[in-house]
């Protein structure tokens, strides 16, 4: 039997024959775990406007890099359904539960004739000073410093973060704007630019 396409909000752990119609609204970037576990996030969104979260873990990470592209439409078939842990979620509204890539997992994509996302440059005067976690904004600027390394601070008790300064310039500022890299940003991110400073 053919499994049946459903929305993401009649998907719940005790579904295993099911197919949805998805957006990939959000890819995160490859993380290390602190038990060194390496993963990646997708936010999914069907046309109902549901959202769910997938999850790849290990080789998964390298194995699924191009069968999830940003902003691109996919039927995605027989993924293991599983209850989200609270944290995980990047927004209140997100469903209770994410989605886990298997062997018996099949995903296709839905509109192959659409274009390439092309980027939307701003100059840094039209970004606000302050931005929801959800905002993304395309700049080309110029870097005229990084700093070393990341520097260690303590964020709160017990936590420590990492956090690296960069100095840019566009032509929309008469004088040159710091941007702060977090965490992961602040590490590998920042090295590959270092270079062009």
Do not use: H
């Amino acid at each position: 039997m053919k499994p049946e396409r459903v929305y993401l909000d009649e998907l719940n752990a005790n579904t295993k024959s099911y197919k949805v119609k998805v957006k990939v609204i959000k890819k995160g970037r490859p993380k290390t775990s602190p038990k060194k576990v390496v993963y990646q996030s997708v936010l999914l969104q069907d046309d109902k406007g549901n959202r769910m979260r997938g999850a790849l873990f290990g080789n998964q990470v390298e194995g699924y890099k191009d069968a999830f592209v940003y902003n691109k439409v996919y039927e995605i078939a027989n993924a293991s359904i599983k209850t989200s842990e609270p944290q995980w979620k990047s927004n209140p509204n997100d469903l209770d539960f994410q989605m886990s890539f298997g062997s018996n997992t099949i995903i296709q994509p839905i509109d192959t004739t659409s274009t390439v996302v092309l980027p939307e440059y701003q100059n840094l005067s039209q970004i606000p000073k302050m931005v929801s976690g959800e905002e993304k904004f395309d700049v080309l600027r110029v870097i005229i410093y990084i700093e070393d390394s990341p520097r260690k601070i303590i964020t709160s008790p017990n936590r420590e973060s990492y956090v690296r300064e960069l100095l840019i310039v566009d032509n929309s500022f008469n004088k040159p704007v710091i941007i702060s890299a977090w965490n992961d940003l602040a590490e590998t991110e920042c090295d590959t630019l270092a270079p062009a400073a």
